[in-house]
């Protein structure tokens, strides 16, 4: 078949890469113009627009798909519109444009958490197990039927932005599996069930962290959080990055009973007080700082006593 692909950030480089490799052609990727990174704002493509240009594949770089872009897509004459994270919704003469329309590769079992952060959402919330799932695209969001999905385990102490990275190989394979079987006539949709949640893009607060919760909640925050927006609080006036939290790692020795937010070295480790029991603290960065080790970090500040992150 004849492909178009869409997407912009890493997440969706394996699935352009698997599709590339196979015996499908992709007649263009669509993904998102340039934007300024780092401190000095250099003007950098999209990973997707990397990939592509590596790939040598032509590339429509939009930031939304208007009547223009959607007039080229349709100039191409593709066979199917395939999606992951592009960053913009598609609207109907869009979606037309394709002979059998757009599918789209969603980092959830849907129809829970629809929206732009589905793997922030879950991890945010403690989850254990989600599902790259595949479906057709339509105007509602998110809330097309499904041809496929692979569930998907969430380790304990992994990071929103390590689930997402391994998730997009494991959604690669489904969107891959599902394109031979539309181009085969063999591909069957079934409509979402259940209760739909939604998972809204993350802010600024959201990495905020609130020692007053469970240590479950802590740490699910400090992972959903990361890499982006990045967890954080605050010791007296100055700002800290919280990299990486464990309950797994915590000294199962210690029987520190710490106030929220109290800090205490145990073990050769950082730990932090919560509304129950302590959370280690492994990874951090001060404002202004590179990231350390966090009892190392900790060592530095001198003695702990009154120390509160907050």
């Known amino acids: 078949m004849r492909l ?31 934007t300024p990174q780092g401190r000095k704002r250099v003007l ?20 939304r798909v ?8 349709a100039a191409l004459q593709p066979d199917l519109g395939v999606i992951v994270a592009y960053g913009a919704l598609l609207r109907r003469p869009a979606l037309d444009a394709p002979r059998h329309g757009w599918i789209n590769l969603h980092f959830s079992d849907l129809p829970a958490y629809r929206g732009a952060a589905p793997v922030q959402r879950a991890v945010m919330a403690g989850d254990t197990r989600t599902a790259a799932t595949v479906f057709q695209l339509v105007e509602a969001l998110d809330a097309g039927p499904v041809f496929g999905s ?16 391994a998730m997009a190989e494991t959604g690669a394979a489904v969107v891959a599996r599902v394109v031979d079987d539309i181009a085969a006539g063999s591909a069957t949709a079934t409509e979402q069930t259940g209760e739909p949640s939604t998972a809204p893009k993350l802010t600024l607060a959201d ?13 699910a925050r400090v992972r959903g959080v990361t890499p982006e927006p990045g ?24 029987e520190l009973s710490l106030a929220p937010g109290a800090l205490a070295l145990s073990g050769g480790r950082l730990l932090v007080g919560t509304a129950d029991d302590p959370l280690t603290v492994l990874q951090v960065q001060p404002a202004g700082k590179q990231a350390m080790e966090a009892a190392a970090w900790a060592r530095g500040l ?3 006593d009154g120390k509160v992150l907050a």
């Open 44 to 63: 950098t493509p999209t990973p997707v627009a990397l990939a592509a240009a590596e790939l040598g594949l032509p590339v429509i770089e939009a930031v």
């Open 207 to 219: 990495g905020h962290v609130d020692f007053d919760l469970p240590s479950t909640a802590v740490h």
């Open 302 to 304: 001198g003695t702990l």
């Open 4 to 34: 178009v692909v869409a997407g912009s950030p890493a997440a969706a480089v394996p699935t352009l890469r698997r599709l590339a490799a196979s015996d499908h052609e992709i007649a263009a990727v669509l993904t998102r113009p340039p």
């Open 66 to 73: 208007d009547d223009d872009v959607t007039a080229r897509i």
């Open 150 to 165: 692979e569930p998907f385990d969430i380790h304990p102490d992994a990071t929103s932005g390590e689930v997402l990275a």
């Open 231 to 254: 967890a954080y609080a605050h010791l007296g006036d100055l700002r800290v990055k919280l990299l990486r939290t464990s309950r797994t790692e915590t000294p199962s020795d210690s």
